[in-house]
DNA sequence: AAAAAACTGTTGCAAAAGCAACATAAATGA
DNA sequence: TCATTTATGTTGCTTTTGCAACAGTTTTTT
């Protein structure tokens, strides 16, 4: 994170102090929720991963979104104009707490003071947010599956301060993140080690330039 | 907006009242910041239009985002993990509002009441961002350019509640946004004309099924 | 009004990417 | 522990895409 601001502590808080507020637990592919009614739900992750998933009219699968604890997903932060069936699943046993932005904003002006707090860190969660939601455009704005590969791993090398670090991600899960096929991912992964460029063993990765 | 918070209101109020904010106005062409130096800018756009534009070690130019009218962006939003050089460029003549994040937050415990209307409105602006960061990405992981296509023009049906609608870009513009060749797409979009799906007359489409 | 710049439309060709179909390895769970 | 599922690694083939190179329009600028 960019910001000084505690995002753990505020969630603590969050969670015991507010009645307009739910939190479940999901077994490891259980559907968290959908996208398909209108609550205007926000969601924030306190345990576990979850994955956005679409599927489209022909029923393929594009896992749109990925997210890990205290990540915020939820319609709210989704366009409505969309016409597929989004469902966010539990990738593994999950904690997830529920509240809905309209409730938030109501009782912000009934001026209670907990919820002032809450709007003002929501901004931070928002920000947080934006900036990994730029950092993927970044990505899927490259025009080959190299340059996206490459932009990602120089993203992981700077972020770890190594040339060599592990992949946050199993390569399946890469390939759904860049939005390219597996397949043809592994061969430029390939062919980056043929070229000299990286090196490569299981999930580690080793930049060589 | 999916929310009802009356943003130019806001601006407006805001514009005027602040003093650590400060408004510039950028000739078409101009560069209204770039985001090389770590300045936790936050920009508006509060007249014209801005292309974010990316130039990387090849010298490529793609524009990874164009901000219009009320519009939120800078440094702040941005990943600072990746190398690219970007520029925001005015793509019109432009009116923009530059404030940092940092002296919004301090001010805020200092309790003016300015700001704190102000942070909690941020949250609305961040969020309307969030979603159509969404939407681009939605777009983006579409494998295919005729699903970016179709896609978009759903989008825009929709939206504009007609089968028939104006595109808001040009072509060349559009390609940028959906991170495309401009060549590739109009062949595409030529190919769902020919297919049946479409009708094309200049910068009017209408859906056909 | 003329010149320059930017946008649209088109095509052939080469390169890249997706798809299908595997074999193998690793992880999960009954 | 054994079976089942999930992930990795690979390859041939086909389709899609990007690139280059145009000509013709429209828009902007001088």
Do not use: W
Request: hydrophobic share 35%; charged share 25%.
């Amino acid at each position: 994170m960019d910001t000084n601001f505690d995002k753990k502590n505020f969630i603590e808080k969050f969670k015991y102090s507010c009645n307009k507020v739910q939190i479940k637990k999901f077994l490891k592919g259980e559907t968290v929720t959908t996208y398909i009614e209108k609550r205007n739900q926000i969601c924030i992750v306190l345990d576990g991963e979850v994955d956005l998933i679409r599927y489209d009219f022909n029923g393929n699968k594009t896992i749109i979104g990925h997210f890990i604890i205290d990540d915020i997903f939820g319609e709210a932060l989704y366009p409505t104009n969309t016409n597929n069936e989004l469902f966010a699943v539990a990738k593994k046993n999950s904690e997830i707490l529920f509240f809905t932005y309209d409730s938030l904003c109501t009782k912000c002006r009934r001026n209670c003071d907990f919820h002032k707090e809450l709007t003002s860190n929501l901004s931070e969660l928002f920000l947080s947010q934006i900036i990994s939601l730029n950092l993927r455009i970044e990505l899927l704005t490259k025009r080959n599956i190299r340059g996206k590969i490459q932009s990602y791993f120089e993203i992981l090398s700077k972020s770890t301060l190594h040339r060599t670090f592990t992949l946050p991600f199993s390569y399946t899960d890469l390939a759904d993140f860049l939005s390219v096929d597996r397949c043809a991912m592994m061969r430029e992964i390939k062919s980056l080690v043929d070229d000299g460029f990286i090196k490569k063993n299981g999930n580690k990765i080793t930049l060589l330039y």
